[in-house]
DNA sequence: GTGAAAGCGCTAACAC
DNA sequence: GTGTTAGCGCTTTCAC
C-alpha cells in the first residue's frame, strides 16, 4: 500500500477521491456517511482511495449542503473566570462534554463579555450551530428563548418568565431538595430550625425557601427563622449572625447554598457555639466548599455533571426532531449526610 | 411598503434582502462585508432592507465561499474536570476568551475523551476552525504538531521534541524564573537552600531546575541538595521529607511549583520546624495553592492568563498570514514576595 | 460603483 | 447500486 501522507498544500476533495476510486462522487459522498447502499467492493476500493489520499471532508461544505453543522453551544452569559470558577457552571460544562464525547458533534464555548449579547445571538441566528445549552443563575437570560423558535435550545433552570413556558429546561426539584434537608433536620430532633434563604427572585432561591417552609409547617414547626443572602459566604456569615443576634433558640439551620452555609460556619463560632453539636447545618448544591469544609457539610447534592449530560442528551433529540421531549426534566436530588448534623442533644 | 415581516420558518437570505433592496446579490454582500466602493446612498438602502428582513448572514455558507470559519479551537488534551480544576487551564482559556472577545472569532473548546484524538485531528484538518491553541502539560501532545502544516497553530510552552522547532509557541522563562526564585533566597541570606525539582522529562520541570543550579553556581554555593517530585502536593511532602532526613542543614527550599511548596509545608511543621523562621520556601506558578496557603508562599507568577491572551493574539497573525511572527514568545515572570520567606536569622 | 456569473466542497433528489 | 444534476448561501473575479 502506498502510504505516501505527504503534506499538500490544499487538501484532497471529495471530487478528487472520486476521480482516483474511478467513481462518482455521490458514490464517494455514500461511503463517508455510511450509505448502506453501496457494495462492499466499492466501499473497499473507495475507502482505499481516501486512505491514500488522506481526504478528510470538509465540515464546512458538508454543512452547507446538509444544513447540519454537527455543533452545539454552550452559552454561559458569565464572565470567563466565573464560568471556571464556580463549581456549578464547570460541572455542566463537563457533564455535556461528557455526553458529546459519544457523539461527532462539538462543543462551542460562548462566555458574555462586554456586550456580546448581540454577537451571541447573530452566532445562534448565523447558523453556526445546530443547537444551544443556556446555562445561567439569571433569570433575565432566558431572554434567549425567543430565539427558540429559530434554533433549538435547551435551559438549565426553570424559567421564571411567563413567555417562556414553551421553553425546554433541565432542573432540579429544589422545593423537595430543600423539603429533603430540612426533614433530615426534623429527623434529627430538631424544632428551633432557622434557614438562611437565597435570593427569591431566583428559581432556586425561591423554591428552596418554599421547601424549608413546606416542612416545617408540615411538622408543625414555627417557621419565622428566616434570614436572606446573596448565597456568598460573606452573606451566609451575615445571615447566621443576624439569626443569632435574635435572641431565639437556633439547633439547626438550613441554608440555601453550600458556601453561604459555609459562611455561617465561622459566624456561629465567633458565638462560640459548635457544630454539629450546639447547631446543626445543613447546605445545597455539594459543591467543593461543602467537602472540604470542617467539619464536612451535609448538604444536598444537584449533581450538576448529571444535569449537563442531561441537557445534551434533551438538545440532541430535540436536534433529530423528536417530539415527544418534554419541556421540564426533572434531575434527581440526593441528601448527603456528613458531619454537621447530628442528632439533638 | 409592504413590511409583512411574519415569522418565516427559514431564515431571510442574502438574495431576499437583494430583491428588497433592489439590488445585486454582490452589492448585499459588499455592504455586509463593508467594502469601501459601495455608495453611501445605496448602503443605506441595504442595511434598511437587512434590517427589515432581520438578515443575519450564514457563517457556513460564508466560510465555504471565503474559505475562512472566523473560529479558532482551543485544545486542552485532558479530560474536561481537569481542564477545569486546573487553574493553568482555566486561566489559558479565560486570557483567550478576553482577546476573542474584542474580534469577531469565536471558541471552540476540544478537550481530551477516550480516543478523541483522532477526532481532534480530523476536526484541525476538516476545515472547522481557522487556527488552533494546543494547551497541555504533556510533551506528546506536541504531536499536533505536523498539522501546523494544514492550519496554523500556537503550542502553551516550549516543545521538548526536535521535530517541533518550526512550531509556534508561548512559555515563560521557567530558567530565568527559578533564577530569581533561588537569588531572592540567597539576597536573604540563605546558604543551605534545597529545591524540590519537578520531572526533568516536562520543559518546566526541567528548565526549573537548571535555573537554581544556575543561581547556585553564581553563588558559588552547594547544589547538591536536591530531591524531585510529580508536582502534587503528596509528591512535595514526600521530598521535603526526604531532603530533611539527610541531616544535613537547611535554611531554605525552592519548590519547581507551588503544589509541591505547600506540600513541604506541613513535612516541615511535622519536623518541628517554622516557615519561614526555619525555613524559607519559595514556590512557582503562583496558583491559588499559594495565596491561600499558611503562610501564604512567595512564589513566580507566570500569569497564564497573560499567557492564554498571548497565545490568541499570536494565532490571528498567524491565521493573518503575518510573516514576521517569531517561533517564541516568553511571557514576563515576576517574583511575588509574600510571607513563607524572611531573612535568615 | 454595480451586476453577472462562476464557483467554494459537499449532499440529496432523481434517474438509470 | 450508481451516476447525474441541482443546489446549500455566500464571495469573488470579471466585465460594464
Given at each position: 500500500?502506498?502510504?505516501?501522507?505527504?503534506?499538500?498544500?490544499?487538501?484532497?476533495?471529495?471530487?478528487?477521491?472520486?476521480?482516483h476510486?474511478?467513481v462518482?462522487?455521490a458514490?464517494?459522498?455514500?461511503?463517508?456517511?455510511?450509505?448502506?447502499?453501496?457494495?462492499?467492493?466499492?466501499?473497499?476500493?473507495?475507502?482505499a482511495?481516501?486512505?491514500?489520499?488522506g481526504?478528510?471532508?470538509?465540515?464546512v461544505?458538508?454543512?452547507l449542503?446538509?444544513?447540519?453543522?454537527?455543533?452545539?453551544a454552550?452559552?454561559?452569559?458569565e464572565?470567563?473566570?466565573?464560568?471556571?470558577?464556580d463549581?456549578?457552571?464547570?460541572?455542566?460544562?463537563?457533564?455535556v462534554?461528557?455526553?458529546?464525547a459519544?457523539?461527532?458533534?462539538?462543543?462551542?464555548?460562548?462566555?458574555?463579555?462586554e456586550?456580546s449579547?448581540?454577537?451571541?445571538?447573530?452566532y445562534?441566528?448565523?447558523?453556526?450551530?445546530d443547537?444551544?445549552?443556556?446555562?445561567?443563575?439569571h433569570?433575565?437570560?432566558?431572554?434567549y428563548?425567543q430565539?427558540?423558535a429559530?434554533?433549538?435550545?435547551?435551559?438549565?433552570?426553570?424559567?421564571?418568565?411567563?413567555?417562556?413556558?414553551?421553553?425546554?429546561?433541565v432542573?432540579?426539584?429544589?422545593?423537595?431538595?430543600?423539603r429533603?434537608?430540612?426533614n433530615?433536620?426534623?429527623?434529627?430532633?430538631h424544632?428551633?430550625?432557622?434557614?438562611?434563604?437565597?435570593?427569591?427572585?431566583?428559581?432556586?432561591?425561591?423554591?428552596r425557601?418554599a421547601?424549608?417552609?413546606?416542612?416545617?409547617?408540615?411538622a408543625g414547626?414555627d417557621?419565622?427563622?428566616?434570614?436572606?443572602g446573596?448565597?456568598?459566604?460573606?452573606d451566609?456569615?451575615?445571615a447566621?449572625?443576624?439569626?443569632?443576634?435574635?435572641?431565639?433558640?437556633?439547633?439547626?439551620?438550613?441554608?440555601?447554598?453550600d458556601?453561604?452555609?459555609v459562611?455561617?460556619?465561622?459566624a456561629v463560632r465567633?458565638a462560640?457555639?459548635?457544630?454539629?453539636?450546639?447547631?446543626?447545618?445543613?447546605?445545597?448544591?455539594?459543591d467543593?466548599?461543602?467537602?472540604?469544609?470542617?467539619?464536612?457539610?451535609?448538604?444536598?447534592?444537584?449533581?450538576?455533571?448529571?444535569?449537563?449530560?442531561?441537557?445534551?442528551g434533551?438538545?440532541?433529540?430535540?436536534?433529530?426532531?423528536d417530539?415527544?421531549v418534554?419541556?421540564?426534566?426533572?434531575?434527581?436530588?440526593e441528601?448527603v449526610?456528613?458531619e454537621?448534623?447530628?442528632?439533638?442533644?
Amino acid at each position: 500500500m502506498t502510504d505516501r501522507t505527504i503534506a499538500k498544500p490544499s487538501a484532497p476533495t471529495l471530487e478528487a477521491v472520486a476521480a482516483h476510486a474511478g467513481v462518482s462522487r455521490a458514490t464517494v459522498s455514500r461511503v463517508v456517511n455510511n450509505s448502506p447502499k453501496v457494495t462492499d467492493e466499492v466501499v473497499a476500493i473507495v475507502n482505499a482511495a481516501i486512505d491514500e489520499l488522506g481526504y478528510v471532508p470538509n465540515r464546512v461544505a458538508r454543512s452547507l449542503a446538509s444544513r447540519k453543522t454537527q455543533a452545539i453551544a454552550v452559552i454561559v452569559p458569565e464572565t470567563a473566570s466565573k464560568v471556571f470558577d464556580d463549581p456549578f457552571f464547570s460541572s455542566i460544562v463537563q457533564g455535556v462534554a461528557l455526553h458529546l464525547a459519544g457523539t461527532e458533534y462539538t462543543l462551542s464555548l460562548l462566555m458574555e463579555t462586554e456586550n456580546s449579547s448581540a454577537k451571541t445571538r447573530r452566532y445562534l441566528r448565523g447558523g453556526n450551530v445546530d443547537g444551544a445549552l443556556i446555562v445561567s443563575h439569571h433569570v433575565s437570560d432566558h431572554s434567549y428563548t425567543q430565539l427558540g423558535a429559530t434554533v433549538p435550545m435547551v435551559f438549565a433552570g426553570r424559567p421564571l418568565i411567563p413567555e417562556a413556558v414553551a421553553s425546554y429546561y433541565v432542573d432540579v426539584d429544589n422545593v423537595e431538595g430543600a423539603r429533603m434537608a430540612t426533614n433530615h433536620l426534623i429527623e434529627l430532633g430538631h424544632t428551633r430550625i432557622a434557614t438562611i434563604a437565597g435570593r427569591t427572585d431566583m428559581p432556586g432561591g425561591h423554591d428552596r425557601l418554599a421547601g424549608w417552609r413546606a416542612a416545617m409547617a408540615a411538622a408543625g414547626l414555627d417557621d419565622s427563622l428566616v434570614a436572606h443572602g446573596d448565597f456568598s459566604p460573606a452573606d451566609g456569615a451575615a445571615a447566621m449572625r443576624a439569626l443569632l443576634e435574635r435572641g431565639e433558640p437556633i439547633d439547626a439551620v438550613f441554608s440555601a447554598n453550600d458556601q453561604m452555609a459555609v459562611g455561617a460556619y465561622s459566624a456561629v463560632r465567633s458565638a462560640g457555639l459548635r457544630i454539629p453539636d450546639d447547631i446543626s447545618i445543613v447546605g445545597f448544591d455539594n459543591d467543593r466548599y461543602a467537602a472540604t469544609a470542617s467539619p464536612p457539610l451535609t448538604t444536598v447534592d444537584q449533581s450538576p455533571e448529571q444535569m449537563g449530560e442531561a441537557m445534551a442528551g434533551i438538545l440532541l433529540r430535540l436536534i433529530d426532531g423528536d417530539e415527544t421531549v418534554p419541556n421540564a426534566t426533572m434531575m434527581p436530588l440526593e441528601l448527603v449526610v456528613r458531619e454537621s448534623t447530628a442528632p439533638r442533644r
